[in-house]
């Protein structure tokens, strides 16, 4: 039986001379770099990212999704969780390392290229399993609809009629002691996929399996954060936000489950979110998914009319408007320099793919609505 140290020396020392490039952080730059610029190079090419956005990362996510639902919790999450600990340490040992130890210079120039690694790396896995499908067809182009602006009068005939079926629809809604609307997120996100089959007999060319929406644990640091939800493509996961206003918590659960389609566009999703719910025999959904409608199209209304705005908005019942103020008052609580910095970060991701709206994108589910109730 080797000793520990006959062990190291014998064995450990040696391989780790031989195969010491794996550990070159100039290594781990390079490849992913090839990677990216490749991706550049080629994103112009609609067809190539069409094949593999369908014949390659597709599939993929479609069997990462299987073995993923399996898991009572997300994933996304733990991964997320382990990048931060891991960012938290890395930097930690950085600070001690330029203390401790000499050759302060190279330590650093050598932790830095291997931080610039890791975000290459995390950044090239990202961008192939989702990114190129900003770059493959577009909903429009899958669909037919195609979103177009329209004037001030068919806008506030459409906020208005959003504004009618929530009044009608608030009613049926389960409501706690101060009026507010609430759900069962568990039952609504066991729900969500069933309720989406309207969308694919809508619009055929969308249809996928579906897998079931996950409970964010994170979903307060999320909040502060500013979003009510993600879809992680490195593990197929639809993401809810619930700690959220339940109000929209179905409408949001479609919002993500669209991306599970190769939905990339933000303002489709929110589009496929408001008609999906819409279609769907819930109550619950259809509620959710008219007020997300009526709050895109009454912001959309207040910049091109706001006397019109004000019209509509003074039909809402009672029980709407409160959920409308809940829904504004617990977002209001997040607005900080965080909230700031994480969608000016994000907004630039998207930019990056060429989603020049960035974070505005989100609102622009308006002409696709205008489009679909008025030219379909």
Known sequence: MLHRRNLYEEIIAPARRTYRWLLSPALWCAVPGAF????????GHQGLMNFLVNRVTTPVKHLLSRLCGLL???????????????????????????????DRLRRLLRRGLAGLAAALVV?????????????????????????????????????????AKCN????????DGDGITQVDASDVLRQAAEC???????????????????????????????????YFPMT???????????CLIPATALHELSHQCNVAEEDACNFLAIIGGLHCDSVVFQYSSALMGYIHLSNALYKADSSAWQAVR?????????DLTDNNAYWAQFESPV?????????????????????KSYGQCVDLLVAYYFDT
């Open 196 to 230: 989406y089959q309207t969308i694919f007999d809508e619009f055929p060319v969308l249809e996928q399996p579906l897998f079931t929406p996950k409970a964010m644990f994170f979903s307060r640091v999320i909040s502060y954060m500013g979003f009510t939800g993600f």
């Open 168 to 175: 009608e629809l608030s009613d049926q809604m389960e409501r």
């Open 36 to 43: 990216l610029l490749a991706f550049l190079l080629a994103r």
């Open 72 to 102: 009572p919790f997300a994933l996304a999450e733990v991964i997320w969780a382990a990048g931060v600990l891991a960012v938290v340490l890395f930097l930690a040992r950085t600070v001690w390392l330029l203390i401790r130890r000499k």
């Open 314 to 322: 003074a039909t809402l019942n009672e029980q709407v408007m409160d």
């Open 236 to 246: 197929a996961e639809s993401l809810v936000n619930v700690d959220q206003p339940d």
């Open 339 to 359: 909230q700031e910095t994480s969608e000016k970060i994000y907004t630039g991701f998207l930019e990056s793919y060429g989603q020049t709206e960035g974070m």
């Open 123 to 163: 950044y090239s896995c990202y961008t192939a399993m989702w990114g190129i499908n900003y770059y493959s067809d577009s909903f429009s182009q899958r669909t037919g609809l195609t979103a177009r602006g329209c004037t001030a009068e068919e806008l506030g005939q459409l906020t208005a009629s959003f504004a």
